[in-house]
């Protein structure tokens, strides 16, 4: 491997020539990114070309870096709840749950069993939402257009229902310290069980639209192959854990709320490639309407939020908690640390996409750069949610 | 003495009436493309300026003309600036052997076909140059793309179209219509319903559509080749491709669909229904397919449609003998 | 051999079946609302900025009580509540109250309990909805307008007091309306 002789030839800032400075001679090092059709946001991705193969890739982040975390050393508890929403806008229920669910966990505190089913019931519908968001953008990264309008339909009708008892359509701060901020009226219960036949209906003409396609086939299937033990060093979860053949799922491996009351399958596939990933998120929409339509039959009456929850004042008692759910992107876990103060004295987030986003690097390694771009796609990425 | 005044009279009215049309089909056809594709996605599309918002390509074409040239740092002027105009006159050209109707034609040479296919090579020349020319490695490989695509996608096309001229005896696309007939199963494609299949495809390639349209593929290379065009730069382009698929879905009619030829209607009517009628499965193909990767739009070229267009050409020719002799 | 060739066919099958799908939707009706003249039926459930609520004798006076419980929970400080000042007492009140004052009893405050000024910061605010379900009367809630749109951030500085009595002024002729650039005042 020749080195670059002229050092001080080399342009761009200091990821740039850093990368570049390793770079074969007479390849070309081009920068995807931070803004880019295909990095879904302000992602960037240095990648070393040999023509169109990719020798080298190298994920640059920090472009949407929000301090969350920091955010959350200058609130108290209550208050940080609106952050959640903000960190993945994909699946903002999935965040809510895992921060209020540490906050309980550290001050012991009992939800309601009707706000448990309130909570899955919103939480898998949002994963749906994020389901057809990632399916819809990742179509589009594969050069078909029309797939992300049919899938922004239907995704419209979750946020339609999910806007009743939210009020917002996209980064939810629902769920309390105890319970969530408003139960299901009977306009939304109706609403939502008019949905589960009518998404059922249109899962076939997914299908047939795509994921039959010959052309769809061929472009992700054997490609941005992950072993297992690549995901395992990562920490990748999620649906890029279950394409790669790993059944790990936190509703099943470490049971919370009232998934363990509830029947439905974990799908995994053994093809490892992006088809693999493709075919768990397909599969995982039909299971979280099998579980929205259990809950919605297995809810009882009652209060959705505890008598007596926190106020924005309330302190968490002084140690420490962790609570992991599982997002539409993998773990999402919160860590919470109090010394009894006014706020918590640390917050650890735990981001399904950055571990993911990791494993890029290596898989992408000597593929062309268009399935370059098909697997980071495959990785459903969130941007907000890597930086943080 | 007469007839050739008649004839630089009829290449003048022609050129003009080309150049003319070529602007309007621009026109019509992005409108097309936006309804087709809107009502696909089932939105509306352009529905504001003027009836269905048929004005609206118009509106954006005085948006491009009104908006600054721009070219990059580092670029080579006069490459930079011939690639689009490189790509857009050939256009014109390619539109004057094309028969609309019986004698309606503005060039009537017996090599018509010839030319076509010469001149529409062209079109990959300004692509390198656009891509090459504008100092962005996005355009370049765009252009590289483009240039092995072109290449590749024109051999097959070449051989399919001339499976028709054996069984036509000619190059001349009058005369290749005028051996057809009125009825469907009076059409080339009944016999060669193959290399029509070639032909689609390989033309579906060679004008860079989608799923083919790796070129300017934006979820990998942002705009590929024409990634530094502002203004009519990119305009040009932009309506070279359009009148490009004109032309490729013209000469499929003419070899393959009987031209002018149909029932009841006159010719020119029928000429232009048809190839409405390719022109609108090229945009459906647009808006259905993904995009396939360059390795594989290679391995269906020589993998699949090459030696399937040299076997057809083959048995082609062995019929064309066979009735000969008999 | 005819295995391979029996999957060819399927998967350019695959190519028509999809062609189908877009056909179909190509001939069904859109479903887009073509907004500036047709609005979509889903924004009654919508929560827009906040406002004040009104009394139910009084729409014009809010029913806050001025104690700030909001402005301690919101997590992006986006509320200021600004107490009204005691008015000053008439000398006979002020006789009423050194008399009270000797007798040993606790004088009665006079003072209104509603604010003053109720400064919002639209801006900053992120719609969580922790000043309302902490207020102890239920004085604040979300309007249902998502139509809110201004040319400056001071645009989004209301004086929320200001906002109630205009409605309430306007009230009837349209309830819904969103306040204007000319009623905020910071």
Redesign the interface.
């Known amino acids: 491997m020749t080195r670059y002789q002229n050092m001080e030839q080399l342009t761009g800032d200091f990821y740039t020539q850093n990368f570049a400075k390793t770079a074969r001679e007479g390849s ?1 090092i ?1 920068n995807l990114g931070p803004q ?3 990095t879904h946001g302000v992602l960037r991705v240095i990648v070393e ?1 040999d ?2 193969y990719v020798m080298r890739a190298e994920p640059i982040l920090g472009y949407l870096h929000r301090m969350h975390e920091k955010m959350a050393e200058v ?1 108290t508890a ?6 959640m929403g ?1 960190v993945d806008y994909g699946h903002a229920m999935g965040w809510n749950w895992a921060f209020v669910g540490a906050a309980e966990k550290a001050g012991g505190i009992e939800v309601p069993e009707r706000a448990e089913y309130v909570r899955v019931i919103t939480c898998e519908l949002n994963r749906i939402a994020s389901h057809l968001l990632w399916w819809g953008a990742y ?8 797939p992300i ?2 899938a922004f ?1 239907d995704r419209e009708k979750i946020l ?1 229902i999910l ?2 008892p939210t ?3 996209l ?1 939810y ?1 629902y769920f ?1 310290i105890g319970g969530v ?1 408003q139960d299901l009226d009977a306009d939304c219960i109706r609403r939502i069980r008019e949905f589960i036949p009518w998404f059922r209906s249109r899962l076939p ?1 997914y299908k ?3 994921s ?8 992700i299937e054997e490609i941005g192959v992950i072993e297992q033990d690549v995901c395992r060093r990562y920490g990748a979860t999620g649906p890029v854990a279950r394409g790669s053949g790993i059944n790990y799922d936190v509703r099943r491996a470490a049971p919370y709320s009232v998934y363990p009351k509830l029947d439905f399958e974990i799908p995994t596939s053994d093809l490892k490639c992006a088809r693999g990933r493709y075919d768990v998120r397909m599969a995982e929409m039909e299971q979280c309407l099998r579980i929205v339509e259990q809950c919605l039959d297995m809810m009882p009456e009652g209060e959705v939020l505890v008598k007596g929850a926190p ?3 309330w302190k968490v008692p002084k140690g420490e908690a962790y609570f992991a759910v599982e997002g539409a992107r993998g773990k999402i876990g919160a860590y919470v640390v109090s010394d009894g103060g006014k706020n918590i004295y640390r917050t650890k987030l735990r981001a399904p996409g950055f571990c993911n986003l990791s494993l890029f690097a290596e898989v992408s390694r000597g593929t ?4 370059a ?1 098909a697997i980071l796609g495959s990785l459903d990425l969130i941007i907000p949610e890597i930086d943080r | 003495m007469n007839a050739i005044p008649a004839e630089l009279l009829r290449i003048l009215i022609g050129l003009v009436a080309v150049a003319a049309s070529v602007g309007l089909i621009g026109l019509v056809m992005v409108w097309v493309e936006r309804k087709v594709a809107g009502h696909i996605q089932r939105r509306p599309g352009p529905f504001e300026v003027g009836p269905s918002g048929v004005l609206q390509p118009l509106c954006d074409a005085l948006k491009l003309v009104g908006k600054q040239l721009f070219m990059p740092s580092g670029a080579d002027p006069i490459l930079f600036w011939l690639a689009p105009v490189l790509a857009f006159l050939p256009v014109l050209l390619l539109f004057l052997p094309l028969p609309v109707g019986d004698g309606l034609q503005a060039l009537n040479i017996n090599l018509g076909l010839l030319l076509i296919l010469a001149f529409s090579g062209l079109a990959v020349l300004s692509v390198l140059l656009g891509g090459w020319a504008s100092n962005n490695k996005y355009g370049l490989l765009g252009a590289a793309r483009a240039v092995a695509q072109s290449v590749a996608y024109e051999i097959p096309l070449l051989l399919s179209v001339l499976a028709v001229a054996f069984v036509a005896g000619s190059l001349d696309l009058a005369e290749v219509v005028k051996g057809q007939g009125t009825w469907p199963w009076n059409w080339n494609v009944m016999t060669q319903p193959l290399a029509f299949l070639i032909y689609f495809v390989s033309a579906l390639g060679e004008t860079n559509r989608a799923p083919f349209d790796l070129p300017e593929a934006e979820s990998e290379l942002t705009a590929g080749f024409h990634t530094e065009y502002s203004g009519m730069g990119f305009g040009l382009f932009f309506l070279a491709e359009y009148a490009n698929m004109v032309v490729v879905c013209s000469v499929a009619t003419a070899l393959f669909l009987g031209g002018w030829h149909g029932p009841v209607l006159p010719g020119p009517v029928w000429f232009v229904l048809k190839v409405s009628a390719l022109m609108l499965l090229m945009v459906f193909a647009r808006w259905t397919y993904p995009r396939v990767r360059f390795d594989q739009l290679l391995v269906i070229n020589w993998k699949w449609l090459l030696p399937l267009a040299v076997a057809n050409l083959l048995l082609t020719a062995f019929f064309v003998k066979l009735a000969q002799f008999a | 051999m005819i295995k391979e060739a029996l999957n060819t066919m399927s998967d350019l099958w695959s190519l028509m079946v999809g062609l189908r799908v877009t056909k179909k939707y190509f001939l069904d009706p859109q479903v887009t609302v073509r907004y500036p003249w047709k609005a979509v039926s889903n924004i009654d459930s919508y929560k827009g900025h906040l406002m004040l609520v009104g009394g139910k004798k009084d729409k014009g006076l809010a029913k806050c009580i001025s104690c700030g419980m909001c402005a301690m929970a919101c997590p992006s400080n986006c509320l200021t509540v600004v107490k009204r000042k005691a008015p000053k007492p008439t000398p006979e009140e002020e006789q009423a109250l050194a008399e009270a004052k000797a007798k040993g009893e606790k004088p009665k405050d006079k003072t209104p309990k509603d604010p003053e000024k109720f400064l919002y910061d639209f801006t900053l605010c992120s719609l969580c909805g922790t000043c309302m379900e902490n207020c102890p009367v239920g004085a604040l809630d979300f309007t249902g307008s998502p139509y809110l749109a201004g040319y400056s951030r001071e645009d989004f500085h209301f004086d929320l007091v200001q906002v109630l009595k205009n409605q309430a002024a306007i009230e009837g002729v349209d309830e819904s309306a969103a306040p204007e650039a000319g009623q905020s005042e910071a």
């Open positions: 070309l081009l880019h059709p295909s070309l023509g169109e609130k209550a208050q940080f709840i609106p952050n903000r179509l589009l990264d594969l050069g078909a257009f029309t309008m049919y339909d339609d806007q009743i009020g917002s359509r980064t701060s309390r901020a003409m047939d639209l795509v039959d396609n010959i052309i769809l086939r061929k472009r106020k924005p004042s062309i750069l268009a399935d771009v």
